[in-house]
């Protein structure tokens, strides 16, 4: 089977599900297991090395490397998580799209469960993109995808606002971005990254113009993995968009940016190229700049969700950190293994986070930290997953956020680079104490309030729960267990390797 | 599998049986017995078997990242051994001392004490450094939400400043590692095979060595509350419930130390001679000992001068460590086990105080004996050993420590720094037995306070304080019990050189 049919699949899958939400009166519920199994299917494809091996004639264009296995699983894991959250959130987004609500109680889910099938082709189809069309395209079908996801509960006002602002910024951000590729175009003639490498290898003349092309693609890709100071649109879009959206935003766009991010990146730092200091540097300082303010900021929400957002941008800036480190660290992974291995950690731990959201929300509490006082007391299963989750976020030794954290650190003492380290210490500081905030208020009760509430859960939650709690501390313990999905140091290197020496 | 591996993991799988349900009080005490029963066993076979001439015994290894290499691998050795034993005791102890009957308290207990266990018997640096790493969040949420006075402030304290402490330490331990490598460059975090290749100096990146061994005493003195990075503990042993206060500054404290003993030492043999950061050192903790020495005098409430005492304790370990040869190394591990018992096992009858009589305040208080001999002779004996009296544990490493710091005086030469610390930190042991003693006095004997009531524990309660009180005495007594193995192992470290 060769690797884009199965993006292929996945799309006709996403189709069909339209057109069976559309012509039939198939409870909208089916349409979520659906997309639920056909998803699985598409994963276990996936990891039982059905989808391996060279696409024949796309070579120039489309890399299936261990590197783009890799993201493609979790933007299936991501999408799948998803729907499991939509399925709980399905009565917060009724309410805010149907007209009638109380009488039609499944009115507006279909499409609900279905668009997130196709973020999820964009993003296999983006960990694959070697050349700058492929990149353009498949980043586009994810974003418009989510313009609508983002602005899905049209008579919520926060909706629909986050909504605009997501539309308005992230078309600014399309636009750098293209501007950026064209730059890149115009200058190197070369569409492939392949070329673009080469070409920066043997460059002769002045640097200024690349570094401005290279600085608006940054840019560009910046936006969409909320990089200071392109963030700015990250807490309102997070806190307004439905939970489930905010969730698959905060993961799985993410990851979408940083793979190509990695990519690129990997072409501007390739041994040799004339513009691999600066750019190294440049990234560096978004990574410092990000870590710090997410970290800041997020002291101060109240707004679990909010908090969240924030915290979401401080991880970017680890990640951003540890791509401008140098390729040939010796850590024993490249920087795009170490940024990758970061991401898988962080999907299990945010999905617990925003699964407990979304439940709460559903039924019937707010998003306030405050509110969810006390909800680890009576609901102690729950109550640990998401510590344990949170504990992984602050980065708590033995969990999977650790580990990422971790080799992030590493790399920066191997690189020499102290001032950097020195940030990663503190924001890692600075998240202990709003991340244990929220663990003490889900344990804490006061004398005389009512007792919280116990919440239900679907039996798709709570296997997804169990799965990723499983994962955080496999993960965090025996680490070698994604890392060996990643490939080896040697294959990685070989694949920038190659990509220089080719021409 | 190791046994090693077992007694690390028991009170963890105990910790999960209790929060899925088991009951809190009986699966506690028996995993602790059992751990207990498990440790002792392989400290009286280490001790009788003289063939484990080697480094580590009961080794095992499972990798868990191949490059760079992490492997859950565990290991002893006598220090290992001691340190694990003391973890046990205190546990124990601190398991049957927990009155609340909230589940809670009882997994939180066996989490610290999975961690401590983790940390000394592990021979990775990484997993070494995870596991004490893994008791914070027990710590942490049970002084937010169970104990007393300003315990959220407590709290926050003690968990950014062992937040912060342990991220230094992590940078210090990876520069460790960066230094240490194999030649070939291949990088590991196994400690035996770090050890194999110390950082002398003679070696090519010597010039790093001070400043590196610099961070590491930074890390690891902010999580024994070495003075300047000690404000944390004080809040926080007052505020815990009694068996946090008692496994914290009891066993979990005593990490910092094992890990410069256990890390620093070895691997960067020649940095901790270097003057300026002996200098730096011995300054530490002589403000330790005096500094908080003085601090302890002013207390007016028992639980914080206990707390402050803990603190000044430390200094005196810091000293063995800071002589630099086998007798101060060993008074050092010594002294960790002795103080580990007796602030224990102070602890213990704090919280029976405080849960029986709502006050500590040493102005409310006096003729408790009356009432309560057993108490007042526990008490008496944990103070005793506190303050360094003979017979008791503490006495024969406060001894070596103040020894070894005059292994190589010559008169001719004068007095070093190194001695003239030691002379000074001999006056804190008169600060702590004023301290000690008068607050002896002041609880226990004198007028009755009217109206305050405290009565001995049962029967079966006073099992844990006799264990404890029979462990002060049984070394005090006889140290070579102890010093035996702990020799066998430090031994080789300094022969080496």
């Known amino acids: ?503 | 599998m190791s046994p090693l591996e077992i007694i690390i993991l028991l009170p963890l799988l105990a910790a999960i049986a209790i929060w899925l349900g088991a009951p809190g009080r009986a699966t506690a005490l028996g995993a602790s017995v059992v751990n207990l029963l498990l440790v002792a066993g392989l400290f009286v076979q280490y001790r009788g078997d003289k063939s484990v001439e080697g480094f580590m015994a009961y080794k095992n290894s499972h990798e868990v990242l191949s490059s760079p290499k992490i492997a859950f691998a565990v290991g002893a050795d006598g220090v290992s051994l001691t340190l694990a034993l003391l973890t046990v005791l205190v546990t124990l102890a601190a398991v049957w001392a927990t009155t609340s009957k909230e589940r809670l308290h009882y997994g939180a207990s066996l989490l610290i004490s999975c961690g401590a266990l983790g940390a000394f018997l592990c021979t990775d640096v990484f997993f070494l450094y995870a596991f004490h790493e893994l008791a914070l969040i027990p710590t942490f949420l049970m002084i937010a939400l169970y104990g007393h006075g300003e315990k959220r402030q407590a709290a926050w304290r003690i968990t950014i400043y062992l937040g912060v402490g342990s991220l230094v330490l992590l940078a210090g331990l990876l520069g460790v590692v960066w230094y240490c490598r194999p030649p070939g460059g291949e990088l590991t975090f196994d400690l035996l095979t770090l050890m194999q290749h110390p950082l002398k100096a003679d070696a090519p990146y010597a010039q790093y060595a001070p400043a590196n061994f610099f961070v590491l005493l930074v890390g690891f003195g902010t999580l024994v509350s070495l003075f300047p990075f000690h404000s944390w503990a004080a809040p926080a042993y007052a505020a815990a419930p009694t068996p946090v206060a008692m496994l914290h500054s009891g066993v979990l404290k005593k990490f910092g130390l094992y890990g410069l003993i256990r890390i620093a030492l070895p691997l960067l043999p020649d940095a901790a001679k270097t003057p300026w950061v002996q200098d730096a050192l011995l300054y530490m903790l002589l403000g330790n000992i005096l500094v908080i020495g003085f601090v302890t005098l002013y207390q007016t409430r028992l639980d914080t001068m206990l707390a402050n005492s803990s603190v000044m304790h430390m200094g005196y370990i810091f000293l063995g460590i800071a002589a630099g040869n086998a007798i101060g190394t060993n008074g050092a591990v010594l002294l960790m086990f002795g103080h580990g018992i007796s602030v224990a096992l102070l602890f213990m009858i704090c919280g029976r105080l405080r849960n029986q009589l709502g006050t500590l305040e040493f102005s409310k208080l006096g003729g408790l004996a009356k009432n309560a001999p057993f108490l007042s002779l526990v008490f008496g004996i944990a103070a005793f050993a506190s303050i360094g009296l003979p017979g008791l544990a503490n006495f024969s490493g406060e001894v070596m420590i103040f020894f070894s710091t005059f292994v190589n005086f010559r008169p001719s030469e004068g007095f070093t720094f190194l001695q003239v610390a030691t002379i000074l930190s001999l006056w804190g042991v008169v600060i702590s037995a004023v301290y000690m003693l008068r607050a002896y006095r002041k609880l226990f004997f004198g007028q009755a306070a009217s109206g305050l009531y405290v009565s001995d524990p049962g029967y079966g309660l006073r099992v844990p304080m006799i264990l404890l009180v029979a462990a002060l005495l049984i070394v005090g007594v006889y140290p070579a019990s102890l010093l035996q193995v702990i020799d066998a192992s430090l031994g080789t470290l300094f022969a080496a050189k």
């Open chain 1, 1 to 503: 089977m060769s690797p884009l049919s199965l993006e292929l699949a996945l799309g006709v899958l996403g189709l069909v599900l339209l057109l069976v939400e559309s012509f039939t009166r198939v409870p909208r519920k089916t349409l979520a297991y659906g997309a639920i199994g056909g998803l699985t299917l598409a994963l276990l494809i996936l990891v039982f090395g059905g989808a391996s091996g060279q696409a024949p004639g796309m070579e120039e264009f489309y890399a299936v490397d261990a590197l783009a296995l890799f993201y493609k699983g979790l933007a299936l894991v991501a999408t799948i998580a998803t729907i499991v959250l939509s399925l709980e959130y399905a009565p917060v987004v009724n309410q805010y799209v149907a007209t009638y609500p109380e009488k039609h109680k499944e009115a507006g889910l279909g499409e609900f469960f279905s668009l997130p099938v196709f973020v999820c082709v964009g993003m296999m189809v983006m960990a694959s993109a070697k050349d700058l069309i492929t990149i353009f395209v498949a980043l586009e079908l994810v974003t418009v995808s989510f313009y609508v996801l983002v602005a899905y509960m049209r008579r919520s006002a926060a909706s629909l606002e986050a909504g605009v602002k997501y539309l308005i910024l992230g078309a600014l951000s399309t636009g750098l971005l293209i501007y950026g590729l064209a730059w890149l175009y115009g200058m190197t003639g070369a569409l492939t990254l392949e070329d673009i490498a080469k070409s920066l290898k043997h460059w002769e003349g002045s640097t200024a113009p690349l570094l401005f092309a290279a600085a608006l693609v940054i840019a560009g890709l910046g936006f969409k993995v909320g990089a200071v100071p392109f963030h700015i649109w990250v807490p309102d879009v997070y806190q307004g968009a439905p939970t489930p959206v905010t969730a698959f935003l905060s993961v799985g766009s993410k990851a979408a940016g940083f793979i190509v991010l990695t990519r690129v990146v990997e072409t501007f730092l390739a041994e040799g190229s004339a513009i691999a200091q600066p750019i190294s540097h440049v990234l560096l300082v978004l990574g410092g700049a990000t870590i710090l303010l997410g970290n800041l900021a997020a002291i101060a929400q109240t707004n679990f969700k909010r908090l969240l957002a924030y915290s979401s941008i401080a991880h970017a800036g680890y990640l951003l950190i540890v791509l401008g480190c140098s390729p040939a660290g010796g850590t024993g992974l490249t920087p795009g293994q170490i940024a990758a291995f970061y991401l898988a950690t962080y999907l299990p731990m945010t999905f617990i986070c925003f699964l407990l959201l979304s439940v709460a929300r559903a039924q019937g509490l707010g998003e306030e930290i405050a509110s969810l006082r006390g909800l680890a007391l009576s609901n102690p299963k729950l109550g640990m997953a998401v510590t344990l989750a949170l504990a992984s976020l602050a980065g708590l030794p033995l969990t999977a956020g650790f580990m990422g954290k971790f080799l992030v650190i590493f790399a920066t003492v191997l690189d020499g680079l102290y001032p950097y380290l020195a940030i990663a210490v503190i924001g890692a500081a600075v998240g202990f104490y709003y991340y244990f905030r929220v663990i003490l208020s889900l344990y804490s009760k006061t004398e005389g309030e009512a007792a919280p509430v116990k919440l239900k859960l679907g039996l798709p939650s709570v296997v997804l729960l169990v799965l990723f709690t499983a994962s955080i501390v496999v993960m965090g313990v025996y680490p070698d267990s994604v890392r060996k999905a990643l490939g080896d140091k040697g294959a990685a290197k070989a694949h920038v390797a190659t990509a220089v020496e080719k021409h």
